[in-house]
Nanobody, 115 residues
Framework: QVLLVESGGGLVQPGGSLRLSCAASGIFFGAYTMTWYRQAPGEQRELVARITSGESTNYAAFVKGRFTISRDNAKNTVYLQMNSLKPEDTAVYYC?????????WGKGTPVTVSL
């Protein structure tokens, strides 16, 4: 059974930083692309950042230069370092793994950027 558990969200002021983590189990973690998505209230879920098994990365235009995705295969964990946070980054952040043709999701971790 694939299980993804996000953590690290919270309330932060504009300009601040957070580091999200997603711990995976039930898969050979190092073999799969891992992706962070987010969903703001009333909005559709959108891709934030992706990292392949070979550690190639790509980012949504709205986070380039501010967010960094990384992975630690020894810990079965993918990270999202978020700097220079803006109020519009407020959303629930979800971890995704695409395994054997199926999408697996965590329950998400909420991020609120506000004074």
């Amino acid at each position: 059974q694939v299980l993804l558990v996000e953590s690290g969200g919270g309330l932060v002021q504009p300009g601040g930083s957070l580091r999200l983590s997603c711990a995976a189990s039930g898969i050979f973690f190092g073999a799969y692309t891992m992706t962070w998505y987010r969903q703001a209230p009333g909005e559709q879920r959108e891709l934030v950042a992706r990292i392949t098994s070979g550690e190639s990365t790509n980012y949504a235009a709205f986070v380039k230069g501010r967010f960094t995705i990384s992975r630690d295969n020894a810990k079965n964990t993918v990270y999202l370092q978020m700097n220079s946070l803006k109020p519009e980054d407020t959303a629930v952040y979800y971890c995704n793994a695409f395994v054997y043709g199926m999408d697996y999701w965590g329950k998400g971790t909420p991020v609120t950027v506000s004074l």
